[in-house]
């Protein structure tokens, strides 16, 4: 049997099993220092299969910074400190120095600091980042209440958009297209939402793998039923005109596009803070299984072992 | 200007002077949370590169936690979480399940929790794991003083020889040789000096590059000259069977071999404890330099960018 029979998050529940510890499973591990809680989570990004080595390298530094601190951010905490471990061919210094710029920048906005890491060498440049927060409570997948409200943060689908824009390789771009690339190439995670989702949240993770993936998770680790209604789904204008002159269907890209990096979070509805740019897009219900429109939704984001 | 020209440590130097972090530097960052003191790391094993794939992936699993578990030792700490993050190919399942009890082994062994980390797809595998340790005291490798002894805590050379027995292939290998081979395959922290390190050392390190080299890196941090006596360090016997069968120095490969993994500390010569396996090979003195025997002693180790 090889991995890819069983998919990622199958080989997942199978290690997990091996190693037998409880804390597995959330966006990160919470521990527990004399009285404060740390969250600690990792998150890489692989040449050819997250990047190119023609994407701008401080890009794909902030980026590597900015799917960490969403993590972060997903389980109610800060990002403090963080490790980046470095595996890369022999390239030019000034590209090396280019992400690190990136990862500079980045730790800069989200108020964190690199304090160590590690450099390789290996055939294919890859940036695995360990990310260390605080948190004074902690929100994971696993919290959804009956009667609970589903917000996201933002709009959905833009990270897909751009990626295949980028993948068109273009001479010229619109406007609104290089906006959807931004969004995939610096994504930024949600800080603002830190102190909602650590006072209200029931459950939150960020949406990474895709909307249907990840309130299927959400549901599973909740033991809820989740209906969500496609015309509350926030889709970006961007979105809108891409989808019009590619001839294809937003939703689609809202449900299955992954590294959006919003966030994910079900709280009761009246939680609803204006001031942010939450959308509620669902509620929860007693059950299982996960519903738009009243029809079964089926989960269509991001597997690694079994993408075509 | 090439990643080579510059080597792995002229380019970390740049890094450094990038991200101005005066916590860079050292085998773990220590970090303050409330009363404690956390000591965090990384390092990894790429196939091709640290292991084969035909190597036992038990021995693969423990060795990865084992180098990041010598980095909090060498530092002082215990070790306490990690997370692992995985990059790999379509590997059999049960290929992945032996890395993973060679993991829980060791984590059983050294008293340490996975409570988290990551699974990507990648044409090389590669275990990165992070790793969070706690000290009473920070011992790093920049406080040697003068009249310190140099001590190591046990026999050097001995992986080297593992690997070229290892790369030799045989369809025989003889006792020592297989106990170089172990040496090199599964290398064990060095968990009985914590409470040795913690309280007495001044200034310390893992010998992961090679003696030579790491002893450079002390001298040079703790600004001080380092006299060794090449009398004075441990050579095993097998090492010394393997070197009088192969027509090669002893000295050499203990100077030179990297990954054995010993402990290379400094503290006043009479905190010698015989209980247990310390030996001195020099004196910490007033200049700058490394010497053995009262001649110069060049770096041999490992640099990842400058091997042949």
């Known amino acids: 049997m090889r991995i890819s029979d069983i998919g990622e998050f199958g080989l997942i529940e199978r290690l997990k099993s091996i190693l037998q510890s409880e804390l597995i499973g959330d966006d990160t591990a919470p521990i527990t220092v004399g009285k404060s809680m740390l969250l600690l989570t990792c998150d890489l990004l692989l040449q050819d299969r997250h990047f190119k080595l023609h994407y701008p390298p401080s890009a794909v530094g902030w980026k590597a910074i ?13 990002p403090i400190y963080c490790l980046v471990s470095l595996t890369l061919p022999d390239l030019e210094v000034r590209y090396v120095e280019e992400i690190y ?23 294919k ?24 409200g589903v917000f996201v943060s933002g709009t959905l689908g833009d ?36 102190k909602h989702i650590s006072k209200y949240a029931n459950a939150s993770m ?9 309130v299927e998770k959400l549901s599973k680790a909740s033991q809820v039923k989740i209906s969500l209604f496609s015309d509350k789904i926030p889709i970006s204008q ?14 689609e890209y809202a449900l299955s596009g992954g590294e959006d990096y919003e966030l994910l979070f079900t709280h009761p509805p009246e939680r609803l803070n204006p001031f942010l740019s939450m959308v509620q897009i669902g509620f929860v219900e007693e059950g299982e299984g996960i519903f738009i429109d ?15």
Chains 1, 2 share one sequence.
Do not use: W
Request: contains cysteine; charged residues 30%; neutral net charge.
């Open 238 to 251: 961007e979105l809108v005109s891409f989808c019009k002159r590619h001839g294809k269907d937003p939703l």
């Open 125 to 148: 440049l890859c940036i695995d980042v360990f990310m260390v927060g605080k948190a004074e409570r902690f929100v994971g997948r696993g919290g959804a209440k009956i009667g609970d």
């Open 66 to 78: 900015s799917i960490n601190v969403s993590d972060v951010v997903a389980n109610g905490g800060e």
């Open 206 to 214: 960020d949406i990474s793998d895709g909307l249907s993936s990840d």
């Open 159 to 194: 990270s897909k958009a751009g990626l295949e824009l980028l993948q068109m390789e273009k001479k010229h771009y619109e406007d609104f297209e290089l906006r959807l690339i931004e969004k995939h190439l610096r994504p930024t995670a949600r800080i603002d939402f830190i």
């Open 101 to 123: 710029l990136g990862i500079k920048k980045a730790c800069e906005f989200y108020s964190c600091q690199v304090v160590g890491g590690n450099v390789s060498k290996g055939d």
């Open 294 to 308: 009243g029809k079964p939704l089926k989960p269509t984001g991001f597997d690694h072992f079994r993408v075509v």
